[in-house]
């Protein structure tokens, strides 16, 4: 995927979108694309392509869409977190063609898209997404939704990233600067921004910081999915300049919060 970081601080979640499906050609190359999904935690995802009209499937905070993409995992330990770096990676090649997304984890009647999607005991689906191309103008709704989030902003990165201790801002040098960019201007559920990330002995070590509310049996862990998300675009961009990182789990026992949640480490090979 060429020009990773430009497609990254480019996307935006769209909600309104010109009515009518895809191009055949973009729907083909999506559903190519799909099938080389992985994540690093070797839990597979499947991906289901839906029509909406054939399902009756909406949300009532889209509009003009034709299509939705669901995700399906196996119910186990870091399913969530491989869920949404599978999902994530789907989200910014279908951006790189054109096409516009948005994470759909509540607004939905979600038994029917669950019927759709075929979803088999012991499995989850987290979350889907409609497949569309966005509207040259956003709906009152959708402009009140992204004004009502702080869509367009993000935390600042002394928050965020962390050198040997929780709290001590991690400086890092030029290419890393804009990796960790790309990390910060990831999507989260209602724009929370759960992840946090330490450096120590070489290895980046990424955290869930929980809010309340976000974990059922149904979708499992909202907040893990998006640390999965981060952890996506940090492997992307790292592989994108040329390194090759690989995930432990091996938790440092650093002195953290108590909502905060030890998740995994990233190493260069």
């Known amino acids: 995927m060429e020009n990773l970081s430009g497609i990254i601080r480019g996307r935006k979640s769209i909600r309104t979108f010109d009515s009518g499906n895809i191009s055949d050609e973009h729907r083909e190359k999506i559903s190519e694309y799909i099938k080389g999904i992985t994540n690093p935690f070797?839990?597979?995802?499947?991906?289901?392509?839906?029509?909406?009209?054939?399902?009756?499937?909406?949300?009532?905070?889209?509009?003009?869409?034709?299509?939705?993409?669901?995700?399906?995992?196996?119910?186990?330990?870091?399913?969530?977190?491989?869920?949404?770096?599978?999902?994530?990676?789907?989200?910014?090649?279908?951006?790189?063609?054109?096409?516009?997304?948005?994470?759909?984890?509540?607004?939905?009647?979600?038994?029917?898209?669950?019927?759709?999607?075929?979803?088999?005991?012991?499995?989850?689906?987290?979350?889907?997404?409609?497949?569309?191309?966005?509207?040259?103008?956003?709906?009152?709704?959708?402009?009140?939704?992204?004004?009502?989030?702080?869509?367009?902003?993000?935390?600042?990165?002394?928050?965020?990233?962390?050198?040997?201790?929780?709290?001590?801002?991690?400086?890092?040098?030029?290419?890393?600067a804009d990796i960790l960019e790309m990390v910060r201007w990831a999507p989260s559920a209602v724009n929370k921004q759960p992840w946090r990330i330490i450096l120590k002995e070489g290895i980046y070590h990424f955290y869930e910081k929980k809010d309340k509310g976000y974990i059922n049996d149904t979708t499992g862990d909202l907040q893990k999915i998006d640390v999965g998300i981060a952890l996506c675009h940090f492997m992307m961009g790292l592989e994108a300049s040329g390194k090759i990182p690989e995930i432990i789990i091996d938790d440092p026992k650093i002195d953290v919060p108590e909502d905060v949640e030890y998740i995994a480490g990233v190493r260069m090979r």
């Open 42 to 176: 070797n839990i597979p995802v499947e991906f289901v392509v839906l029509d909406a009209k054939e399902y009756g499937l909406s949300s009532p905070v889209l509009s003009g869409e034709g299509l939705y993409i669901a995700g399906k995992v196996e119910k186990k330990p870091y399913a969530d977190v491989a869920f949404g770096y599978s999902f994530e990676k789907l989200v910014l090649y279908a951006w790189s063609l054109g096409v516009g997304t948005v994470w759909i984890g509540g607004t939905m009647k979600r038994e029917l898209f669950e019927k759709a999607a075929g979803v088999k005991e012991g499995e989850m689906m987290p979350c889907v997404s409609p497949l569309g191309y966005p509207a040259k103008k956003r709906s009152l709704k959708e402009t009140m939704m992204r004004k009502g989030i702080g869509a367009d902003s993000r935390i600042s990165a002394d928050k965020l990233f962390f050198e040997d201790e929780w709290g001590r801002p991690l400086t890092p040098g030029e290419d890393l």
